[in-house]
């Protein structure tokens, strides 16, 4: 005799293996934060769980000038250097009771709930914090420094492992005379100085609520709006601008990410950083821990399902394994305020 409807096993013939679960997670709304809207960063996946970064840092010199017939000056040629980078493992595990189902109706409708709604509502809640990681870990690759999810453990620091100090120009925003505007050139020059020959389309500045709120109310930020009324300096005095503006051709805007007690960016820093370099920020996707998909190009993120002991649940493993970098983080230029 076949077993009525709701008895039917979740594991024979459903979505619940590991193929279909990755599928649906990966399908799932993705609000990863205001760098993934930006579309800052690539993301690729890599099929290995460590990532190599090769650097061919080429030098520039000027020819000393000798007398005829003189030994002549020695090239100097650039070096070859290779960094390598493990990618973090970010495992989340849940379940799902039937207990959880057990007479409860469906979101908005008359009849009881499936398994499959319930777990598609545990996915989407586990798929917003690994969502929530990754722009974690993009942020601290625009700082160069990308911490451990306590907010203060140093995972990676991109300046110690390139051996370079970060650049750091002060605003001096708290005194009204600062020229604000020459500040901002001091930013783009130190950005274009560590380009060398490259190019870039834009600066942007992401920062916190302190240094924002003392940046935008600057008299001289101010007075340059005031002026310019053909670019709606009047809205500019009496709007929110924390969405962004531009100002000595950068873009400025607050950046507001938080979880927990963990700020993405203190309030009294700010962070600029070029836009439109190729491959200056990327992502990897190494391969979840599983045999399936070892050796296999990594996805953003892996889902799977198993039953537990007499079948009165589900459990839910989702895993992301994402690594985000800035291959030249000379570029990253650090604000700050004195006062």
């Not at 809207?37 to 099929?47: C, H, P, Q, Y």
């Not at 057990?102 to 008359?110: A, D, I, K, L, N």
Request: net charge neutral.
């Amino acid at each position: 005799m076949a077993l009525p409807a709701a008895m039917i096993d979740p594991f024979v013939g459903t979505p619940f293996d590991t193929i279909s679960l990755t599928a649906a997670v990966n399908k799932m709304p993705h609000v990863p934060g205001r760098l993934g809207k930006m579309n800052l960063f690539v993301a690729k996946g890599i099929t290995t769980t460590n990532v190599l970064v090769e650097e061919h840092n080429g030098t520039l010199a000027l020819i000393p000038n000798t007398p005829r017939g003189s030994a002549p000056s020695q090239n100097s040629r650039g070096r070859r250097k290779a960094r390598n980078f493990i990618v973090p493992h970010f495992p989340l595990e849940d379940v799902m009771q039937a207990s959880e189902i057990q007479g409860v109706r469906e979101f908005g409708g008359t009849g009881l709930q499936s398994p499959n709604t319930k777990r598609d509502e545990i996915l989407a809640q586990m798929r917003a914090k690994h969502d929530a990681t990754l722009e974690y870990g993009r942020i601290g690759a625009v700082k160069g420094i990308i911490l451990e999810s306590d907010g203060s453990t140093t995972f990676i620091n991109l300046f110690t492992e390139f051996g370079i100090s970060q650049t750091s120009v002060d605003f001096v925003l708290g005194t009204s005379t600062t020229d604000v505007m020459g500040k901002c050139l001091e930013v783009k020059r130190a950005i274009e100085t560590a380009l060398g020959t490259g190019t870039y389309t834009a600066v942007r500045c992401i920062c916190g609520a302190t240094w924002f709120n003392k940046f935008s109310s600057h008299p001289r930020v101010k007075e340059a709006y005031a002026n310019y009324l053909n670019r709606g300096g009047n809205q500019f005095l009496a709007a929110d601008n924390r969405a962004g503006f531009e100002f000595g051709g950068i873009m400025f805007e607050e950046y507001r990410g938080k979880v927990g007690s963990v700020d993405f960016i203190a309030a009294s820093e700010a962070h600029f950083f070029p836009e439109g370099v190729p491959s200056l920020f990327e992502t990897y996707f190494a391969p979840g821990d599983f045999l399936e998909a070892a050796n296999t190009v990594g996805l953003p993120i892996y889902a799977k399902a198993e039953p537990m002991e007499y079948n009165r649940g589900i459990k839910l493993l989702t895993e992301s394994n994402p690594l985000s970098l800035c291959t030249r983080p000379e570029t990253l230029i650090k604000g700050t305020t004195s006062n």
